[in-house]
């Protein structure tokens, strides 16, 4: 056991070590983030989205109620959304990288606590909470991280980051009822926190590409310095791994140090170089290496993480507000349909695969939602409102919908529209605000979005508790859907400054 956790330290070094001695401007960087960003949403949104299994036996074990059960998978998803202010904007700064990393670590923590739950009240700080607080260290670092990596390909690497929801979905929920069956739910959460951990691995590859242009300048500026640097790096590497990392004596302490160092013995022989060199200015330019040649306090973080500019739009309210009516209705869905068909006397086995059917539908509506909102001809906030629109009248008729054919047919349906729903209103923010306010607009939607879901599954819940029945709550989901929809149509009526004529194009 303790020589395989000293393999997996030295493959992290070995990774460390292959990252910084590549050429950040390389675009593969672009598509290597792309990949970094799909793992975190898959292991974020798989757990999040097959929590509705776990929720059946949870309620058979502690016999606290819906309402109470459907908490914990809300503070999870509300902590993760909650904090996508703060970690997005300390991402501009800081890079995503060693935020995600943290996240995994807490993440994974939690779900470790949770295998000692007693009730749920336990299950809400350590699943809930702890939980949620990772997740939300991972997913929107992951999601800022891509969008700067791109731009004329923006809605297509966005949607197949989104994709690795409906890979999550399926593979997860495929995962949990076989492994519930063998290890109890207690067991599988524990499971659960071995996959989140992988995010410490995932995050090492989510690095912002440089411009060509400005990696030429330093080239051509620090030709000289470079070549030492390169060389002095370069013998720290080969001590590293031919002497540490790779013994199989080695202690992980020794070889987490060793990263620490070969980390020290760069930034020193870079502070040396820079000291020789007079374009300092270009390198600082690199948001990766901000948090390296600055310093920031995190006063002056929350200061900033708001911009006046965005509270000035009217359509920033509009869209806070229509991200919180939908949400109020989202979680409804992926919570409590497995618990919906097993009252209404299908069997466990057929609730799974309804769940999985959504994960289907959603990645084939992410690629293809992807694809279309690059069209030019293409009005993304017009394809935002219609797809909101529809879903809710779907869902408000879903409880007509009683046999597993049916069933099937909706739960398809909505995945398909909710993955489109995921795909296309990150780049209609981008659409709306710009760039440079992407990463405040987007953590200030996903903390309105946590807020509904936070509130709308324990409603939903204890809907089912007064009504006995799941057909109240998702028709109100539906009513929710379709006003949210309503909303941002209404953003129509308001022009803002716009960033230029293709932004008009797409969102206007």
């Known amino acids: 056991m303790f020589r395989a956790s000293n393999r997996y330290f030295a493959l992290l070094s070995s990774i460390c070590i292959l990252i910084q001695q590549t050429d950040s401007s390389h675009p593969g960087y672009g598509w290597l983030a792309v990949f970094s960003g799909f793992c975190v949403v898959f292991i974020v949104d798989g757990i999040h989205y097959s929590f509705g299994t776990l929720l059946i ?18 503070i999870t998803f509300a902590c993760a959304c909650i904090l996508a202010p703060v970690t997005g904007h300390i991402a501009e700064f800081y890079g995503s990288r060693m935020i995600v990393i943290i996240g995994a670590t807490i993440s994974s923590t939690g779900f ?44 297509l690497a966005s949607g197949i980051v989104a994709c690795g929801s409906g890979f999550g979905t399926i593979t997860v929920n495929q995962m949990v009822r076989p492994l519930i069956d063998h290890y109890g739910w207690k067991g599988t959460i524990l499971l659960e926190a071995g996959v989140a ?102 006063r002056q973080i929350c200061k900033s993480m708001f911009d006046l500019k965005l509270f000035e739009d009217k359509r920033c309210f509009l869209i806070v507000s229509a991200v919180f009516i939908m949400s109020l209705g989202y979680g409804i869905p992926f919570t409590f349909i497995p618990d919906q068909v097993v009252e209404s006397g299908l069997t466990k086995q057929e609730a799974l695969w309804l769940m999985s059917s959504i994960g289907v539908a959603g990645i084939v509506s992410r690629i293809s939602f992807g694809i279309l909102g690059d069209c030019k001809f293409v009005n993304r906030l017009n394809l935002l ?65 946590g807020l509904g879901i936070l509130s709308g599954t324990p409603i939903g819940g204890a809907i089912f508790g007064i009504t006995g029945s799941y057909n109240v709550t998702f028709v109100i989901a539906g009513i929710e859907f379709f006003l949210s929809g309503i909303l941002f149509l209404l953003c129509k009526c308001f022009k803002g400054e716009e960033n230029d004529k293709e932004t008009k194009q797409f969102c206007c």
């Open 197 to 298: 951990l992988q995010g410490v691995v995932i995050g090492l590859f989510l690095v912002r590409r440089t411009s060509d242009a400005k990696t030429k300048s330093m080239d051509t500026s620090h030709s000289t310095p470079n070549v030492t640097v390169s060389s002095n790096f370069t013998r720290n590497i080969n001590v590293v791994i031919d002497e540490n990392c790779f013994n199989n004596d080695v202690t992980v302490e020794h070889c987490i140090s060793s990263i620490i160092q070969l980390d020290t013995s760069r930034t020193n022989t870079e502070d040396n170089v820079k000291k020789e060199t007079t374009s300092t200015e270009k390198i600082n330019d690199d948001p990766e290496c901000k948090a390296h040649n600055e310093e920031f306090d995190f």
């Open 112 to 155: 470790a606590l949770s295998m000692f739950a007693t009730n749920v009240y336990h299950l809400w700080a350590t699943f809930g909470l702890l939980g949620g607080i990772g997740f939300g260290m991972m997913y929107s670092p992951a999601h800022v991280c891509v969008i700067h990596n791109f731009k004329d390909r923006r809605t």
């Open 385 to 449: 409102v219609i797809i909101l629109c529809v879903n809710g009248i779907l869902t408000a008729f879903s409880p007509l919908m009683e046999n597993v054919a049916t069933k099937a047919i909706y739960c398809c349906l909505f995945g398909a529209l909710s993955g489109g729903v995921m795909t296309i209103y990150p780049v209609v923010l981008t659409d709306i605000f710009g760039d440079d306010m992407f990463s405040k607009s987007f953590g200030l939607v996903l903390t309105s979005l």
């Open 57 to 74: 036996e949870i309620v058979e074990d502690f016999d606290q109620g819906r309402a109470l059960t459907g908490a914990i998978v809300s």
